[in-house]
């Protein structure tokens, strides 16, 4: 089967740095996405990693390790707005259809 | 370019009625998903669409879960009947097909959610 496990919330100040981590265990990986949700939203597709090592958005970087089964979503400066629940998924290579198996989301909280 | 959009945004509903969720991928995109999130737990798999046809429904829980996807344009979920833990957030997302292989992203509407009362 497959899991996914990621903290439930994280708690952070405005202008702040936060790492969120994912672990997986799966029967076959294609890549690792991470999504953003804002209460009442829709999940917004953030970064995609296929390939060990960090990918880099403005001030959203993702992180693969395939041989350790784990990523990260790093936040910088962060903003008020950036307050969501943040979900990893893995895309499963043995899945002809690609769909995303998720983790139970993160719910980061940025104060004031 | 519209987005994902579904229909209806909120659904309260008895237990043992009959509901209808739509959703309408963005035009084009081949590949269309449902997803549900019950009580704040993790977003999970129901099915997968590849233009009118049923490539995955391994997700579905159970036979009273019914999903359409005629002329391979929107797509609707029943459930029938309703019972109590069908409450939560129904996700639909959709995405291109890029000569068979997998795209990376998927687009999603904001969700119905359900409530069974």
């Known amino acids: 089967g497959q899991s996914l496990e990621q903290p439930s919330e994280v708690t952070a100040v405005e202008g702040a740095i936060v790492q969120i981590n994912c672990t997986y265990q799966?029967?076959?990986?294609?890549?690792l996405s991470w999504y953003q949700q804002h209460d009442g939203g829709a999940p917004t597709f953030l970064s995609y990693?296929?390939?060990?090592g960090l990918e880099e958005t403005g001030r959203f970087s993702s992180f693969l390790s395939r041989s350790d089964s784990y990523g990260y979503l790093l936040l910088q400066e962060l903003q008020m707005k950036d307050s969501a629940s943040y979900f990893c998924?893995?895309?499963?290579?043995?899945?002809?259809?690609?769909?995303?198996?998720f983790g139970g989301g993160t719910r980061l909280m940025v104060k004031p | 370019e519209a987005g994902v959009t579904q229909f209806p945004s909120h659904s309260v509903i008895e237990k043992g009625q009959t509901v209808t969720l739509r959703c309408d991928p963005i035009?084009?995109?081949?590949?269309l998903y449902w997803y549900r999130r019950v009580m704040g737990k993790e977003i999970k798999f129901l099915l997968h669409?590849?233009?009118?046809?049923?490539?995955?429904e391994s997700g579905m829980p159970n036979n009273r879960f019914l999903a359409e996807r005629t002329g391979g344009t929107y797509s609707t979920l029943k459930v029938q009947p309703a019972e109590l833990e069908d409450s939560g957030v129904y996700f639909c997302?959709?995405?291109?097909?890029?000569?068979?292989?997998?795209?990376?992203?998927?687009?999603f509407g904001q969700g119905t959610r359900l409530t069974v009362v």
């Open positions: 997302a959709s995405s291109q097909d890029l000569e068979g292989r997998a795209n990376t992203e998927a687009f």
């Open positions: 799966t029967s076959g990986f294609y890549g």
């Open positions: 990693n296929a390939l060990d």
């Open positions: 998924a893995v895309r499963d290579q043995a899945s002809a259809g690609n769909m995303l198996t």
């Open positions: 035009s084009g995109h081949d590949n």
């Open positions: 669409f590849v233009k009118e046809s049923k490539q995955d």
